[in-house]
Nanobody, 118 residues
Framework: QAQLVESGGGLVQPGGSLRLSCAAS????????MSWYRQTPGKERELVAS????????NYADSVKGRFTISRDNAENTVYLQMNSLKPEDTAVYYC???????????WGQGTQVTVSS
């Protein structure tokens, strides 16, 4: 059974940093494109960052470019999101997502709350 478990969220002051982790199990992590999404109440879930299977290519939303970094460790079946220079508008529930497009397999984590406030 596929499972994604996020951790690392919390309360941080503006300008601070957080590192989110997403531990995967039950599917072939190294063959999956991994992404982080976020969602605030009343808004659609938006893509924050994604990383290819080997980690050689990444993609970021314009709003987080230069501040967030996505990375993965295929040996540990884990994807990370390093978030620096956090702003109040980064406050959201952050979700981990796995995609194996060829097999039409898509998985979501349960989400972790990130709150940026003084």
């Amino acid at each position: 059974q596929a499972q994604l478990v996020e951790s690392g969220g919390g309360l941080v002051q503006p300008g601070g940093s957080l590192r989110l982790s997403c531990a995967a199990s039950g599917f072939t992590f190294s063959r999956s494109v991994m992404s982080w999404y976020r969602q605030t109440p009343g808004k659609e879930r938006e893509l924050v960052a994604s990383i290819t299977m080997t980690g050689d290519n990444t993609n970021y939303a314009d709003s987080v470019k230069g501040r967030f970094t996505i990375s993965r460790d295929n040996a540990e079946n884990t994807v990370y999101l390093q978030m620096n220079s956090l702003k109040p508008e980064d406050t959201a529930v952050y979700y981990c997502h796995a995609a194996r497009v060829v097999f039409r397999e898509y998985y979501w984590g349960q989400g972790t709350q990130v709150t940026v406030s003084s």
